[in-house]
Structures are given as structure tokens and as C-alpha cells.
């Protein structure tokens, strides 16, 4: 199945499920349509782990700024000046979720509009929402509770949309390899730098060479007896790296560990997606060589970073 039907086929029957929880047994407890748009936040925002985060800090917080305008809109002297009020409380609430953006768990800012817009829209349309007992009482009865459990509820169910799509076609989160050896893995890298070192540019003849590790059993090889084997340092033989090449087509695949500890990806090479794997820092960079250092803003480093720790030998 093609990923993009897997996806439509896994949102089609979640979303009807969520659909039937929302007017049924949850009735009440969650708004249908606040759930679909955490739902398009968390896709909007990655869809991954990381946007499960955001999507949920950035929505609640959108949620927020909008319960805090409407009770400046009722409970202050804002609410003597009318629509001047409701504009200046607007104005004001925005400001701060924009400047909140800072913050980086708040800086998906749409995300906030998202929630703020999805409030604002109850409170407008719903009667007796924008009262100020039913926006201070601890029921979902409170816009602040229903909207932000409701959109908390659409990212979840966002989650499990990709999740059951990544069932659907098998994918894997981090793949590669050439036609004939597959590599992949589910787990993400434990290291992922920008090598400067003379052994990468020898073998890769790349000035720098983009070096993902990944931990030795999360890399899975589907034919590990086609392999060729070589030193990875030609001028160190017996160091437990090792370049292993397709012995069909010579495509680099990985380079192994002889003590089990990590295998490594170079992805531009390997046939990974490079933009999936970014690298954070740069490693082994060695001021002697007169090569310039970097200054893309990413720490620089004359060996790995230092607080990497080596997995123990498998
Ligand atoms: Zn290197
Ligand atoms: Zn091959």
C-alpha cells in the first residue's frame, strides 16, 4: 500500500471512530471538530513525537490566551468600553501569544492561533459559553477544559493515524541500502554528526562527511551474508570499524563494529534521506589541517561530542 492511501485509509477509519466517540459516549467531553484541528496540527507541525509535544503545548496555550481575553472581556473594566473592549483584549492576549514564541515549546505560533481561534469560535457561537461562571467552573462545561482536552484528544488520535498508516505500509522510520541490501531502523541514531576527519574524506573523498550513529541492534540488515567486508582505516587494519559494501553492486551500506556497539550510516551514500537525520554538530575538527571552522552555528568539536557515551559491547 502506497503511503499516501495507507494514510487516507488510517484517518478515514480513526476519524470516523473519533467521530463516533464525540457524538455518542463522550458527548459532551469532546468537541468533534476542535479534535480535527489538533489533529491537522499534529500533521502540520511533523507528525512525529515532537509534534505530538508541540501540537499539544502550542494548542493549550492557544486555548489559554483565548480564555484569558474573555475574561478580560467580562471581569475588568474592559467590559465597560464594548467593542473597543473586546478589541483591546483581543490585541492584548495576541500580543502575548506571539511574544510567547520564545518559548520554544510555545513557538509553533499557528498552532497557538489554533487554539486561540478554536476557543473564540466556541465561546462566540456556543450560548452561554462566554459567562463568566460557566468560565471559572471546573466542568466541561468551561471552554478552557472542553476545547483543550478536545484538541489534546485530536493530536492523540493524530499519533495513532500515522502510526497505524506506518503499520499499513510497513515503513520503517529511517531506511536504505542499495536494490539488493536493505538496511533500516525504528529507532532513532544515538549520534549524528558532520565527521572532519582524514579517515572519512579518504574514503568518502568528501570534504566533510555527514556520519549517522545508529545503536548496533537497531540497525537491521536484511542480508547481512552479502556483505563485503574492509578495514574502514586502511591504515589500521585491526580497528573495529568496518566499511561493508553490496558484494553485487559495491553501493556502501553501513560501516559495522566489530564489538557490536554501533553500526554507522553515511546517508547521502547509504541511500538514506539526509534531511530525516540532520546532523547537530561537527566532530573531529582539527584547527592543524588550516581548514576553516565551521560557523553554521552547530558546536564544533576535535573528537565526538563530549558527552557521547559509547553502548556497551553486544
Ligand atoms: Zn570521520
Ligand atoms: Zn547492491
Avoid at 2 to 28: C, D, E, H, N, R
Avoid at 155 to 180: Q, R
Avoid at 292 to 300: E, F, N
Wanted: aromatic share 8%.
Amino acid at each position: 500500500m502506497s503511503g499516501l492511501v495507507a494514510l487516507s485509509v488510517s484517518i478515514g477509519v480513526l476519524g470516523a471512530v473519533a467521530t463516533y466517540l464525540a457524538l455518542g459516549p463522550l458527548a459532551g467531553f469532546l468537541l468533534i471538530w476542535a479534535a480535527f484541528i489538533g489533529w491537522g496540527t499534529f500533521f502540520s507541525t511533523g507528525g512525529d513525537t515532537a509534534a505530538l509535544k508541540k501540537t499539544i503545548s502550542c494548542n493549550v496555550f492557544g486555548v489559554v490566551c483565548a480564555w484569558v481575553m474573555a475574561m478580560l472581556v467580562l471581569a475588568t473594566p474592559l467590559s465597560g468600553l464594548g467593542t473597543a473592549g473586546v478589541a483591546i483584549a483581543v490585541g492584548l492576549t495576541v500580543l502575548g501569544l506571539c511574544l510567547a514564541a520564545h518559548i520554544s515549546a510555545l513557538d509553533a505560533i499557528p498552532a497557538s492561533v489554533f487554539g486561540y481561534a478554536a476557543t473564540a469560535g466556541y465561546l462566540l457561537q456556543t450560548p452561554g459559553a462566554l459567562d463568566a461562571d460557566a468560565l471559572t467552573g471546573a466542568s466541561f462545561g468551561n471552554a478552557l477544559i472542553l476545547v483543550s482536552v478536545s484538541m489534546i484528544v485530536g493530536a492523540l488520535f493524530g499519533l495513532a493515524s500515522g502510526k497505524l498508516a506506518g503499520v499499513l505500509t510497513g515503513s520503517k522510520k529511517y531506511s536504505g541500502g542499495c536494490e539488493h541490501i536493505h538496511t533500516y531502523s525504528d529507532s532513532d541514531p544515538i549520534d549524528n554528526h558532520t565527521c572532519h576527519c582524514s579517515v572519512c574524506k579518504g574514503v568518502t573523498g568528501q570534504d566533510t562527511t555527514h556520519v549517522v550513529f545508529f545503536n548496533h541492534n537497531d540497525l537491521v540488515v536484511d542480508h547481512l551474508d552479502q556483505l563485503k567486508r574492509q578495514p574502514f582505516n586502511a591504515n589500521n587494519p585491526d580497528g573495529p570499524l568496518e566499511l561493508c559494501t553490496c558484494s553485487t553492486c559495491g553501493t556502501p551500506i553501513m560501516l559495522d563494529d566489530k564489538e557490536n556497539r554501533i553500526r554507522v550510516i553515511v546517508p547521502n551514500l547509504m541511500g538514506y534521506n539526509t534531511e530525516s537525520l540532520p546532523a547537530t554538530y561537527h566532530a573531529f575538527y582539527d584547527p592543524s589541517t588550516g581548514d576553516s571552522k565551521p560557523a553554521d552555528g552547530r558546536p564544533v568539536y576535535e573528537g565526538l561530542r563530549p558527552d557521547f557515551v559509547w553502548p556497551k559491547s553486544g
